[in-house]
């Protein structure tokens, strides 16, 4: 055995507190984001989490829906979303459930910077819910050309990723065989920043270029 102050025993000791802190900074450490969701989802009750996220300190308010409250993709999905506190940038095909925009809006009152790329062709279909959020203040920009703008993802404070297949209706999360992504490794976000980025500034409305004689159609976009 080693006797106290020894220089086997100090070195001992130096590399015992060393892998202290090394645990207790593991510890700490959040665990990494790596989550799969498949659809179709069954109907469930989502009022007390959005209820929740309205007043974080207020108690849930009872929901007298008859729907259970569950553990389901969609719920999952929801919550990722409802962890935004800086931004969310959004680029979705087609937009068309409700109780997602309501979770959009609420970031958005919440003073979290929302942006949003969609088709401009889907935007405008019955029960699209781009119109609303548009409304409501959050700043919507969409394609300007024969393609579609059929991304489908999602960035929570650049820094989680969120995407897949699911377009956001009702349809496609109740009904269709669907898979989405969750992960925060920066590798897989960065491309997915710079892609929304470039979108960005692509469709920026003073980028637009209209037929002679159009300039009365233009479509105001909030910006």
Same mark, same amino acid.
């Not at 990494?32 to 849930?60: G, N």
């Given at each position: ?9 100090? /070195? &001992? ?18 665990? $990494?984001?790596?989550?799969? &969701?498949?659809?179709?989802?069954? $109907? ?14 207020? $108690? ?9 409250? /569950? ?9 990722? &979303? ?103 490794? /920066? ?37």
């Amino acid at each position: 055995m080693w006797a106290v102050g020894s220089p086997q025993g100090a /070195a &001992l000791a130096v590399a015992a507190a060393a892998l202290a802190v090394a645990v207790a900074a593991a510890w700490r450490r959040p665990r $990494p984001v790596r989550e799969v &969701l498949f659809f179709p989802c069954r $109907p469930c009750c989502l009022e007390a989490l959005l209820a929740e996220a309205e007043a974080e300190a207020a $108690p849930a308010r009872p929901c007298p829906c008859p729907l259970p409250r /569950a553990d389901t993709s969609l719920s999952r999905l929801v919550r990722r &979303l409802l962890s935004a506190r800086r931004s969310l940038d959004l680029c979705i095909f087609s937009f068309s459930c409700p109780l997602l925009a309501r979770a959009v809006h609420l970031l958005h009152r919440r003073g979290v910077r929302v942006r949003l790329v969609t088709d401009a062709q889907y935007m405008g279909l019955q029960g699209s819910q781009i119109g609303r959020l548009r409304q409501e203040g959050i700043q919507v920009r969409h394609d300007q050309h024969s393609g579609y703008m059929h991304h489908k993802f999602a960035i929570v404070d650049r820094r989680m990723l969120i995407t897949g297949s699911l377009n956001w209706t009702s349809q496609a999360i109740q009904s269709n065989r669907e898979n989405v992504l969750v992960v925060d490794d /920066a590798e897989c976000v960065k491309p997915f920043l710079e892609e929304f980025e470039r979108m960005w500034e692509e469709y920026n409305p003073t980028n637009y270029i209209f037929p002679k004689g159009s300039a009365s159609n233009a479509v105001e976009i909030n910006d």
